[in-house]
């Protein structure tokens, strides 16, 4: 199972689709493992390569030549937002995309995850709305 609390998918005020809490997640629990395809670094090229207007949701691990491809086989923990004061952590580790809880999470609330640095470079605007945003993800 990859979910330990469940999670609602519905529209997000920050940015498309969110994924939201069904109920209250403790702080410092793990609210799961994201799912996907694991792929070399030369396929994540090619499919960037080969994409016409869609998006792809890539996960890269550090220290190695692969990545996550999220927009295949992917659960509603793929749905979780940037915001620059997240109430989400994600772990990368053993080919595997964890999250948890930073603090404790409201059932209905909408989880989020601060990307961190991402092949965006500080171009894409940031549309969290927290009083800390840095503007650019």
């Known amino acids: 199972?990859?979910?330990?609390?469940?999670?609602?998918?519905?529209?997000?005020?920050?940015?498309?689709?969110?994924?939201?809490?069904?109920?209250?997640?403790?702080g410092k629990r793990k609210i799961g493992n994201m799912t996907g395809e694991i792929i070399s670094y030369?396929?994540?090229?090619?499919?960037?390569?080969?994409?016409?207007g869609g998006i792809?949701?890539?996960?890269?691990f550090d220290?190695?030549?692969?990545?996550?491809d999220v927009s295949v086989r992917s659960n509603e923990l793929r749905y979780i937002n940037h915001?620059?004061?997240?109430n989400v952590y994600m772990r990368r580790a053993y080919r595997k995309v964890e999250?948890?809880?930073?603090?404790?999470?409201?059932?209905g609330e909408e989880l989020t995850c601060d990307?961190?640095?991402?092949h965006h470079e500080g171009t894409l605007p940031c549309k969290c709305g927290a009083k800390n945003c840095r503007g650019f993800i």
């Open 1 to 26: 199972m990859s979910l330990n609390f469940p999670v609602k998918i519905k529209k997000s005020k920050i940015a498309g689709t969110g994924a939201y809490s069904v109920n209250a997640i403790p």
């Open 42 to 52: 030369k396929e994540v090229r090619r499919r960037i390569r080969k994409q016409k």
């Open 56 to 60: 792809l949701y890539m996960v890269e």
């Open 63 to 68: 220290n190695e030549d692969i990545a996550m």
């Open 83 to 86: 915001s620059c004061n997240p």
């Open 99 to 107: 999250y948890y809880a930073l603090r404790n999470i409201k059932k």
């Open 115 to 118: 990307y961190g640095e991402t």
